[in-house]
Each structure stands twice: as structure tokens, then as C-alpha cells.
């Protein structure tokens, strides 16, 4: 019982390097993907926002790509988790928030393709956003 | 007795929209709410109830660290 309540659902927002990531695009997620899976987490969705240019410099970069995972992991991981991310290079920054807002959806849906169906129903269409942001970060140029 | 009169409406964005919590990847509605300089709108200024004021000010500081928004301009 207690081993369920421990383990939670989380997002985590990766800003890789685009020098790397527009290289080598697939080692790169592989390499998050197996820190994730080797501190126990499971995967339930990683998709790509796409290269972006930031809103400001971090460490000499200007641009960078980011990518979005949705996994469960204990929460007794995310330590490990995150310090893991510090210590790689492709990593730029890195964000895990808890998002119960989606373990709701899941919960609600059976069991069977549960994971595919709150993939459809999350809740930020995420090529609008980007759209959104590429024209806000434009008129921040401007500025 | 004096009658009670209601805003049929609400002032707060969020609460119109019916959104719960702000999403930090939220750029459509983010940018709207800090002034030029990247500052973040008073709840005066901005309308919002106390739920989505604070709500909006995690989200901010969050999208400020992935560099999503400005922390300066």
C-alpha cells in the first residue's frame, strides 16, 4: 500500500543542447530515457517541442530543444533523477514538476490502453504552443 | 434589507476559462500577464482571484527558469 502511494506521476521539461540534439536526435533522448528507466521510472510519453530560441542566454546558448516526458516514478527517485540530469552534458536545464492532474485521467480510464488514451487527452495542444511562443519570443525581439 | 447585487461574471481570467491550475507551458496566456520588462501584473492590475494570482506566480517563475519567458528585459 504504501509503495502505491509512493509512487507518483510526473513531467519533467528537458532544454538540451542543439548542437548535440540536432546531431545525434535519437542517442540524446535514449541517453534521458535510460537514466529515467535506470532509477526505476516508467515512461508513459516523450514527445519533441522543437528547437526554440530562449528568452535568454544560458551558459553561451541561445537556442536550444526541448523535450517533454510524462513518467511514474517513487518519489524516493527523484533525487537521484535529477542529479543524474545535472551530471550530463546534452542537458541544459531541467524541470520536474508533479502532475496529478493527469494520474486523475488515468486513474479514470481502464486499465487496457489506458496510457494512449490520456495521451489524446492531455490537455496542452503543444504545436499551438509553440507557434504562441515563437511569435511571442518575435515580438520580444522587437522589443 | 438592502439588495444584494451580483457580478454575473467573474474578474479572473482563469475562473471565465474555467482552468484549475496554470500550466507553466502555457505561452498564450503567460506573456499577457507580465508588463514589458518581464515584471509580474499586481492581482489588481491582472483581475485574478487569489487560487489563479498564485497559481499564475509559480507558473511564471517556472517558465522563467526554463527560459520560456524573460526573467529581465
Known amino acids: ?58 551558459n553561451g546558448h541561445k537556442r536550444g530543444t526541448y523535450l517533454l516526458i510524462h513518467f511514474h516514478a517513487k518519489h524516493s527517485a527523484i533525487t537521484t533523477i535529477k542529479r543524474d540530469f545535472q551530471l550530463s552534458d546534452c542537458i541544459i ?11 486523475e485521467l488515468s486513474q479514470v480510464v ?34 | 434589507m438592502t439588495k444584494r447585487r451580483f457580478n454575473k461574471t467573474s474578474k479572473c481570467r482563469f475562473c471565465r ?22 515584471k509580474l501584473f499586481s492581482r489588481k492590475r491582472s483581475g485574478n482571484c487569489a487560487h489563479h494570482q498564485h497559481s499564475v506566480k509559480v507558473s511564471i517563475k517556472r517558465a522563467r527558469f526554463m527560459a520560456l519567458l524573460p526573467y529581465v528585459t
Open chain 1, 93 to 103: 536545464r531541467s524541470l520536474i514538476v508533479k502532475d496529478d492532474k493527469i494520474e
Open chain 2, 17 to 38: 476559462m474555467g482552468i484549475d491550475e496554470v500550466d507553466y507551458k502555457d505561452s498564450q496566456n503567460l506573456p499577457k500577464l507580465t508588463t514589458s520588462q518581464g
Open chain 1, 1 to 58: 500500500m504504501k509503495e502505491e502511494i509512493n509512487v507518483r506521476m510526473y513531467e519533467g521539461l528537458f532544454l538540451l543542447d542543439n548542437a548535440q540534439a540536432s546531431l545525434e536526435w535519437d542517442n540524446v533522448v535514449k541517453h534521458i530515457h535510460d537514466i529515467l528507466q535506470k532509477n526505476g521510472a516508467e515512461i508513459l510519453k516523450s514527445e519533441k517541442w522543437g528547437e526554440k530560441k530562449l528568452a535568454y542566454k544560458i
Open chain 1, 110 to 143: 481502464p486499465a487496457e490502453g489506458g496510457a494512449e488514451k490520456t495521451i489524446d487527452k492531455l490537455p496542452e495542444p503543444v504545436e499551438k504552443d509553440l507557434q504562441a511562443a515563437d511569435a511571442s519570443s518575435k515580438t520580444a525581439d522587437t522589443v
